[in-house]
């Protein structure tokens, strides 16, 4: 059973920033790939950020630029810095690790509020 936690949620305003952090039960190098999910108010959760086995991520291109994923093997921790944050990325995040049979398992979301 993997257990993940995020953490690092809260208000910020336009243009600042927070770290996202997603720990896991476990070593991480059993996972093919982790990832991040966000679903805004009144929207379908959607795809933010992957970390494959490797240390390259891959985006959406709404936060491509700004936002940067990277994980901490030592620590079984996937981060998710993000930078000049918009109204617009308000939501809750979740972290999603994907194993080598392709099972997924999800968090329990942290919320993120960019607001004035």
């Known amino acids: 059973q993997v257990q993940l936690v995020e953490s690092g949620g809260g208000l910020v305003q336009p243009g600042g920033s927070l770290r996202l952090s997603c720990a896991a039960s476990g070593t991480i190098s059993r996972f093919r790939a982790m990832g991040w999910y966000r679903q805004g108010p009144e929207k379908q959760r959607e795809w933010v950020a992957t970390?494959?086995?490797?240390?390259?991520?891959t985006y959406a291109d709404s936060v491509r630029g700004r936002f940067t994923i990277s994980k901490e093997v030592d620590k079984n921790t996937v981060n998710l810095q993000m930078n000049s944050l918009k109204p617009e990325d308000t939501a809750v995040y979740y972290c999603k690790a994907t194993d080598f049979w392709g099972e997924d398992s999800w968090g329990q979301g942290t919320q993120v509020t960019v607001s004035s």
């Open positions: 970390i494959d086995s490797g240390v390259i991520g």
